[in-house]
């Protein structure tokens, strides 16, 4: 039974990076199954997208955050992490990261990681 | 990029009620529609996808329907539980997007 725990600062200054990493266990994150999503939710919001890496590399980002947006695995670690750059009050959220799994047509995010508030204030 | 919508934002219900929540796709997105339920401080959890596929362990008063750009989610019998947010989620095509929610309320 794979689990994610997300680790990375709850506090980050405007027009500074935010940075978490979420690190696998139980399982292999080079299961061809599987990508390895980040998803945000500002507090009373709804779910976004940010975006998804295979563990060969290649990545997908939400186009609305493309410009800003780092996402990276490290295979021998078994772990993946966000990178996002020049933050804002508006980037204030509770981030997630999640596994999607997108095999014969079928689809979903799970499990997720527990969730990391990050909160962007001076 | 695709943009879900459901109905009602909100609402309320009592315990054994049936619910349906709907889902709307700015374009066709054939079956490609995942139901996730959500409470307060938690992480969201899969009901259904593929639009009505439930999911190993989902108690079986959930169910899901549609295709194309209607979506359905329905609740048979309400129980104490499934007071909750509730999601559906296109993969049809990248980016990944979400409905706004429904938020399902004790009358």
């Known amino acids: 039974q794979v689990q994610l725990q997300q680790s990375g600062p709850g506090l980050v200054k405007p027009s500074q990076t935010l940075s978490l990493t979420c690190t696998a266990s139980?399982?292999?994150?080079?299961?061809?199954?599987?990508?390895w999503s980040w998803i945000r939710q500002p507090p009373g919001k709804g779910l976004e997208w940010i975006g998804y890496?295979?563990?060969?590399?290649?990545?997908y980002y939400n186009p609305s955050l493309e410009s800003r947006v780092d996402i990276s695995v490290d295979t021998s670690k078994n772990q993946f992490s966000l990178r996002l750059s020049s933050v804002t009050a508006a980037d204030t959220a509770v981030y997630f990261c999640?596994?999607?799994?997108?095999?014969?047509?079928?689809?979903?995010?799970?499990?997720w990681g527990q969730g990391t508030l990050v909160t962007v204030s001076s | 990029d695709i943009q879900m919508t459901q109905s009602p934002s909100s609402l309320s219900a009592s315990v054994g009620d049936r619910v349906t929540i709907t889902c709307r796709a700015s374009q066709r997105i054939s079956v490609y529609l995942t139901w996730y339920q959500q409470k307060p401080g938690k992480v969201p959890k899969v009901l259904i996808y593929t639009a009505s596929n439930l999911q190993s362990g989902v108690p079986s008063r959930f169910s899901g329907s549609g295709s194309g750009t209607d979506f359905t989610l329905t609740i048979s019998s309400l129980q104490p539980e499934d007071f909750a947010t509730y999601y559906c989620q296109q993969s049809f095509s990248t980016p990944l997007t979400f409905g706004g929610g429904t938020k399902v309320e004790i009358k």
């Open positions: 139980g399982g292999s994150i080079t299961n061809d199954d599987y990508y």
């Open positions: 890496i295979y563990h060969s590399g290649n990545v």
């Open positions: 999640a596994r999607y799994y997108d095999s014969r047509g079928m689809n979903w995010f799970d499990p």
